[in-house]
């Protein structure tokens, strides 16, 4: 199957600062990226959707201001977590599509913790 | 009514029980659907997409039936290894993507 990537894998950071975190599709150009969070034994929730070049679509209660996405190519997408708190620690997973095809392919996952 | 439901579970199976997972889903419109695993603090991974005709991959075998909006998985002689999470997921069409909140698996020994 496809290969993201992301980074970093884990980042530990003190309550204010802002974090970024990357997504990359290594071998296919990804069309649509994907930003979860997913909490300790709790299903995946979708954060937002982002297409290569155009503003992100976020879900209903998710901060726009507070959770940057920026898509500017069809290979990386980030996630920049600004001014982080202790409730933002999470596990935090994105996932790539690419045309034609419907599949996501997931990276590994960044784990954050804050301060 | 969610979107995409399954049974939590969890399952506790003897290796090489029988299982099978089912999933329903609210939307007929609905396009494409996949069977994704998860294990313990790792990401999802595609395990199998599903077709209306089924298919079937080693073990596992994964059906459609859109009549009664479901999909189901089964795995044959499961392994210690099959353990995890599997997530029911549906594609509405366009960027609709929605995940069931999954069902655990775990296989004894």
């Known amino acids: 199957g496809a290969v993201v990537s992301q980074h970093p894998s884990w980042v530990i950071c003190k309550s204010g600062t802002s974090v970024k975190i990357e997504c990359r599709s290594l071998d296919f150009q990804a069309t649509t990226m994907f930003w979860y969070r997913q909490f300790p034994k709790q299903s995946l929730m979708l954060m937002a959707t982002s297409n290569e070049g155009s503003k992100a679509t976020y879900e209903q209660g998710v901060e726009k201001d507070k959770f940057l996405i920026n898509h500017a190519s069809l290979t990386l997408s980030t996630l920049t977590v600004t001014s982080a708190h202790p409730e933002d620690s999470s596990f935090y997973i994105c996932?790539?599509?690419?045309?034609?095809?419907?599949?996501?392919?997931f990276g590994p996952g960044t784990r954050l913790t804050v301060l | 009514r969610k979107e995409v439901e399954q049974d939590p579970g969890p399952f506790n199976v003897p290796e090489g029980a029988t299982v099978a997972f089912n999933c329903t889903y609210s939307?007929?419109?609905?396009?494409?659907f996949f069977w994704y695993r998860q294990d313990c603090r790792k990401e999802p991974k595609l395990l199998m997409s599903v077709y209306s005709s089924g298919n079937e991959d080693g073990r596992f075998t994964a059906q459609l039936n859109r009549a009664s909006q479901y999909i189901s998985l089964l795995i044959r002689d499961s392994k210690l290894s099959d353990s995890a999470t599997y997530l029911c997921?549906?594609?509405?069409?366009?960027?609709?993507?929605?995940f069931g909140a999954g069902t655990r698996l775990f296989v004894k020994a």
């Open positions: 939307n007929s419109a609905s396009q494409s």
């Open positions: 996932s790539a599509r690419g045309d034609p095809t419907d599949t996501q392919y």
């Open positions: 997921v549906v594609n509405g069409g366009g960027f609709k993507t929605i």
